[in-house]
């Protein structure tokens, strides 16, 4: 009986620690800011498998290495090298968990969420995820591998 007990505590101390990692993503040219981390949940493993009629919380934590009234952010899926735009809820960083004018030197974490339409089909794409700020230089991009699924 012990054992089983103990195995359960490993296990969810595991379960614990794998929640807990942070995301191995690509910097595609953050050059306005530096990305400290990119979580997208629920995503356990990669590629994210997503899942149709579902939405994932995006959440990027990243500093500021500049001054900017606003801030702009676009969604591509790249396919065999050509970007295709994905659309999200609100594309103003502003309205996205980051308050505006952004300051330079600051923490800021982006708040979105990434719906999965139906008519999307079902493939492996490249997620990249910009944030643009006055000048169109990315406070921060990257890029995610994930599975588009039923
Ligand atoms: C976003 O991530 C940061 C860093 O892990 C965390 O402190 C913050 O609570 C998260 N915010 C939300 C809304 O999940």
Not at 45 to 61: D, E, F, M, Q, R
Not at 66 to 77: N, Y
Not at 94 to 103: E, T
Request: aromatic share 8%; hydrophobic share 35%; proline share 7%.
């Amino acid at each position: 009986m012990e054992t089983v007990y103990r195995l359960l505590a490993a296990l969810l101390a595991l379960g614990a620690l794998c929640e807990a990692e942070p995301m191995k993503f690509r910097d595609c040219g953050s050059t306005a800011g530096k990305i400290i981390q990119v979580d997208v949940t629920p995503c356990p493993t990669l590629p994210c498998v997503l899942h149709k009629g579902k939405s994932y919380a995006v959440n990027v934590t990243f500093t500021s290495k500049t001054s900017s009234q606003t801030s702009v952010a676009a969604v591509h899926g790249i396919l065999s090298g050509v970007p295709i735009p994905f659309s999200i809820p609100n594309s103003d960083g502003c309205k996205s968990g980051i308050r505006c004018p952004i300051r330079n030197n600051q923490i800021y974490h982006y708040i979105n969420y990434l719906p999965v339409k139906n008519e999307y089909p079902s493939i492996k794409v490249v997620v990249e995820w910009e944030l643009k700020d006055e000048n169109d230089k990315d406070l921060f991009c990257w890029r995610l591998p994930v599975q588009i699924a039923n």
